[in-house]
T-cell receptor, first 117, second 115 residues
Framework: AQKVTQAQTEISVVEKEDVTLDCVYE???????LFWYKQPPSGELVFLIR??????QNEISGRYSWNFQKSTSSFNFTITASQVVDSAVYFC??????????????FGQGTILTVHP | KAGVTQTPRYLIKTRGQQVTLSCSPI?????VSWYQQTPGQGLQFLFE???????NKGNFPGRFSGRQFSNSRSEMNVSTLELGDSALYLC??????????????FGQGTRLTVV
């Protein structure tokens, strides 16, 4: 069965600090997809990135970067030079390509990030 | 391009009543999935519909049901409401079921309070 663990429940930083959100996943499938979502106070989950299991290239998008390592089953997310607007709950999620996981995202418990001015 | 629209945004119901929540997906998206979010259990998958067919269902009692219409709009229904059903219900749409190399886009959710 698939599982996603976000060990950090809450993180508090001061603006301009770098912060890394950890995500560890478990799956028996060889084909799967990993996601990061941001949930601001308004409630909707905002899609940030999708990675498939065959692509271990790290990705950078502005101040955001993602480090995918199959050897450690991790998909960590780093925000560089954090800003107050980055304050939100961040979720890591896993989707397997088939079988009983069809159409289903399995989420971690989320990490509450607070960036202080 | 309009995003995922969920109505209503807020609901207050009494124990024992039933409720229907609505979700309009992004135009062209054929897959709609529903999630329940609570402080204790986090985000949990309820069910997924693709082309009017339920393809997968999470571990929820039969009081939770849903359907999808030919225009891809979806509704979920909860009967005989219990206090524990109080939650944020999120709907997501995607071109194909998530896990088919497509990302899911979420609505703002319906906040259901059962009193």
């Amino acid at each position: 069965a698939q599982k996603v663990t976000q060990a950090q429940t809450e993180i508090s930083v001061v603006e301009k600090e770098d912060v890394t959100l950890d995500c560890v996943y478990e799956t028996r499938d060889t084909t799967y997809y990993l996601f990061w979502y941001k949930q601001p106070p308004s409630g909707e989950l905002v899609f940030l990135i999708r990675r498939n299991s065959f692509d271990e290239q790290n990705e950078i998008s502005g101040r955001y970067s993602w480090n995918f390592q199959k050897s450690t089953s991790s998909f960590n997310f780093t925000i560089t030079a954090s800003q107050v607007v980055d304050s939100a709950v961040y979720f890591c999620a896993l989707s397997e390509a088939g079988g009983t996981s069809y159409g289903k995202l399995t989420f971690g418990q989320g990490t509450i990030l607070t960036v202080h001015p | 391009k309009a995003g995922v629209t969920q109505t209503p945004r807020y609901l207050i119901k009494t124990r024992g009543q039933q409720v229907t929540l609505s979700c309009s997906p992004i135009s062209g998206h054929r897959s709609v999935s529903w999630y329940q979010q609570t402080p204790g259990q986090g985000l949990q998958f309820l069910f997924e519909y693709f082309s009017e067919t339920q393809r997968n269902k999470g571990n929820f009692p039969g009081r939770f049901s849903g359907r999808q219409f030919s225009n891809s709009r979806s509704e979920m229904n909860v009967s005989t409401l219990e206090l524990g059903d109080s939650a944020l219900y999120l709907c997501a749409s995607s071109l194909a079921p998530t896990g088919q190399a497509t990302e899911a886009f979420f609505g703002q959710g319906t906040r259901l309070t059962v009193v």
